[in-house]
């Protein structure tokens, strides 16, 4: 039995730099991986933005980076319209940047068992003590610890399995998630602009989601599509299939040589209710934490799991593990990024309302200019000077139907946000705010027209 401070699960982005994070601050961290070492990888679109590796307190080696990006191009499903969103970002060498990673974390003091598997939380006195591992040797051992960080993943072993009734074990439903495949290849031809990764709409290729095509280099790509989960689930949609049937036979792909062909599930969601529980927190994917848009995940994972850390070094200060001695985490994410998170689920859905022609309408007549996708991506809302009303209100007259989605999808984000804004300083107050969140997406939902599972079950 091995007894630790904090055991961390899984050595993907958000473990590794909670990991380092938290044995730099001197506690005795367990750093827990069921893949060796050196096969720990994980399948993305490999893009992150810049002001997520300027806010590390480590700075990353050049080798983890395969090419610098100087922003996004935004591709209508006819291809008629094309927006530039500048924004500096990078590629990433997704093996490099995970051995770069475990590395720091060990040197700073972690104990890294890889080849390790949870098998699930151990839950004593209503609290989380510690996991199950299932060792390479086959035996299962127990690691305790004050604190378990679930960082394992869209799977979320630990969290997945704590009991229902605990705010933070809330599911990923299909609906909240998105079904993707991606290739990173060779073409023989050589690519314009790789310095702009570009995203195309088109519900026919990825319905209720993107394809896109992220340059590595000038003969490289990271190529691939993200759909709806709700459509794979209803229809039975799948992405591989859309990918060899759109992307695979075309043009962007010549003279195609496949370097690595894998694909993932991406939660797009608002934020779980609560992030942590009694001796538990979950970072990452594991937590949700996704950009519910654009599905970057990446930065998400490296700002959650500095702010789980902090909120345990505190809670290691105080020597109060609890749920409500770990509730800062829960504040400091939706200060952090939170709000924005929920905002953009609301966007979210009213994207995958639009069909192709909606979409080829209402980017023609920039319903939205640059700037404004820009900020919502950043802030995930709008701020918007009486000119700036007016000159948006004469390009809506020109597409009411698309128009009027989008000042619905605008009004309950402003809704979500002040929701998120008033969530509650204990847990106490967390059963009537959730409440609330239910009676807005209940409303939104109706007057959008799509049904949400979640919302049947609550
Ligand atoms: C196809 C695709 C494209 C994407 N494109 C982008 C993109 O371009 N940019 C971006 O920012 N984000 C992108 N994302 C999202 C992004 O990849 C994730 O949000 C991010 O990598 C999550 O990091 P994480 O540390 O939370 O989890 P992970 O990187 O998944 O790490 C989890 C770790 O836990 C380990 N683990 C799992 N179960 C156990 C267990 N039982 N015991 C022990 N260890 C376990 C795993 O082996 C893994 O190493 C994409 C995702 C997909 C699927």
Excluded at 134 to 148: H, I, N, Q, S, Y
Aim: glycine share 10%; no cysteine.
């Amino acid at each position: 039995m091995g007894n630790f401070d904090v055991v961390v699960v899984g050595a993907g982005t958000g473990g590794s730099y909670a990991s380092y994070l938290l044995a730099k601050a001197g506690l005795n961290v367990a750093l827990v991986e069921m893949k060796k070492r050196d096969k720990v990888f994980k399948t993305t679109g490999d893009a992150i933005g810049i002001h997520h590796i300027e806010r590390m307190v480590i700075k990353p080696p050049s080798q983890v980076f395969t090419i610098r990006y100087e922003g996004a191009e935004l591709y209508s499903p006819d291809l008629s319209v094309r927006y530039v969103v500048l924004g500096k970002g990078f590629g990433l060498d997704m093996a490099r940047w995970a051995q770069w990673l475990i590395g720091e974390a060990e040197s700073a003091g972690a104990q890294v068992f890889d080849g390790y598997k949870v098998q699930g939380p151990i839950i004593e006195n209503g609290k989380v003590s510690g996991v199950r591992v299932l060792k390479p040797d086959g035996t299962v051992e127990e690691f305790r610890a004050k604190v378990v960080i679930d960082a394992s993943g869209v799977g979320a072993v630990v969290r997945s399995r704590l009991p229902r009734e605990w705010w933070v074990s809330e599911p990923l439903l299909p609906e909240d998630a998105s079904n993707a495949y991606r290739e990173i290849i060779e073409v023989d031809y050589e690519i314009e602009r790789p310095e702009y990764i570009r995203i195309y709409l088109d519900t026919n290729i990825a319905p209720g989601g993107y394809w896109w095509l992220f340059p590595k280099s000038r003969n490289t790509m990271n190529i691939g599509l993200g759909l709806w989960g709700k459509l794979s689930e209803e229809q039975g949609l799948n992405p591989r299939h859309n990918y060899d049937k759109y992307l695979a036979t075309s043009q962007y792909v010549r003279g195609r040589k496949i370097i690595h062909a894998s694909g993932g599930i991406v939660p797009t969601r608002r934020p779980l209710p609560s992030l942590v529980a009694d001796g538990f927190l979950a970072v990452g994917d594991a937590a949700v934490t996704v950009n519910p848009v654009h599905g970057g995940g990446i930065g998400p994972a490296l700002l959650s799991a500095e702010l789980a850390s902090k909120s345990v070094i505190e809670a290691f200060e105080k020597g109060d593990y609890s749920m409500r001695g770990l509730w800062r985490y829960n504040i400091e994410y939706l200060r952090a990024y939170g709000i924005k998170q929920a905002m953009l689920d609301v966007f979210r859905l009213m994207l995958q309302t639009l069909t192709n022609d909606q979409l080829n309408r209402g980017l023609r007549a920039r319903l939205l200019t640059e700037d404004e996708v820009l900020e919502i991506s950043e802030k995930g809302s709008l701020e918007l000077s009486l000119v700036d009303k007016l000159k948006i209100g004469l390009r809506l007259m020109k597409v009411p139907d698309v128009a009027a989605k989008l000042r619905l999808a605008l009004r309950y984000m402003n809704e979500a946000k002040s929701l998120y804004e008033s969530y509650p300083t204990d847990p106490s107050g967390l059963s009537s705010w959730y409440g609330k969140l239910v009676s807005i997406y209940r409303e939104y939902a109706s007057r959008l027209g799509i049904s949400l599972k979640w919302l049947l079950n609550t």
